[in-house]
């Protein structure tokens, strides 16, 4: 069982930058795809981007495209999410997962273990 730890999470000016972190509690996350997706109360979770198990490959939500980057550092077993350029509406609590599949996907379903969550707010 793979725990997933987020951190990073802040207040920021539309504009502004934030970088989160997700942690592993071990090294076979390497072995999974990486995703991070986004809630806000009332409205369905949001797949955000996701990273391939060797880090070359990376997929985006069209909302996302251009401003956030996903990132991955298998030695230290930790994925990122360099977020630039934040908008009010990136709003969200941010969820780290790790998939059972080995290519980057957006698909939800393909993500075995959750994070808790990091909360973003831009004003």
């Known amino acids: 069982h793979v725990q997933l730890v987020e951190s990073g999470g802040g207040s920021v000016q539309a504009g502004g930058s934030l970088r989160l972190s997700c942690a592993a509690s071990?090294?076979?996350?390497?072995?999974?795809?990486m995703g991070w997706f986004r809630q806000t109360p009332g409205k369905e979770r949001e797949a955000v981007a996701s990273?391939?198990?060797?880090?070359?490959?990376?997929e985006y939500a069209d909302s996302v495209k251009g401003r956030f980057t996903i990132s991955r550092d298998n030695n230290i077993n930790t994925v990122y999410l360099q977020m630039n350029s934040l908008k009010p509406e990136d709003t969200a609590m941010y969820y780290c997962?790790?998939?059972?599949?080995?290519?980057?996907?957006?698909?939800?379903?393909?993500?075995?273990?959750w994070g808790q969550g990091t909360q973003v707010t831009v004003s």
């Open positions: 997962a790790a998939g059972g599949s080995w290519a980057a996907t957006l698909a939800a379903h393909e993500y075995t273990y």
């Open positions: 990273i391939n198990t060797a880090g070359v490959s990376t």
């Open positions: 071990d090294y076979t996350i390497r072995r999974y795809c």
